[in-house]
Nanobody
Framework: QVSLVESGGGLVQAGGSLGVSCAASGFTFSRYTMAWFRQAPGKEREFVARISRSGIITYYADSVKGRFTISRENAKNMVYLQMNSLKPEDTAVYYC?????????WGQGTQVTVSS
């Protein structure tokens, strides 16, 4: 079955950088668009970034554009999110997302905390 496992979160100061990763299994990874979402305390889960099957096309939320970079390695079934110039408002649990046959799949999430 589908499995998405995030890793790499942590605590970083404002202005710093952090990368998170997602290891995928249970499906043909290279055939699917992948995405990152995040959820801050007391807020709804929101879209962060999306990457096409080949990795050529990416799309970002306005709030992270120019600071975050999504990438993938199809040979390793991995998707990444590199976060630079982090702000306290980036503090959230970050989730890897797959939509397959109309169903949303999520990992357990990884906490990113940005201190001011």
């Amino acid at each position: 079955q589908v499995s998405l496992v995030e890793s790499g979160g942590g605590l970083v100061q404002a202005g710093g950088s952090l990368g998170v990763s997602c290891a995928a299994s249970g499906f043909t990874f290279s055939r699917y668009t992948m995405a990152w979402f995040r959820q801050a305390p007391g807020k709804e889960r929101e879209f962060v970034a999306r990457i096409s099957r080949s990795g050529i096309i990416t799309y970002y939320a306005d709030s992270v554009k120019g600071r975050f970079t999504i990438s993938r390695e199809n040979a390793k079934n991995m998707v990444y999110l590199q976060m630079n110039s982090l702000k306290p408002e980036d503090t959230a649990v970050y989730y890897c997302n797959l939509v397959k046959w109309g169903l949303d799949y999520w990992g357990q999430g990884t906490q990113v905390t940005v201190s001011s």
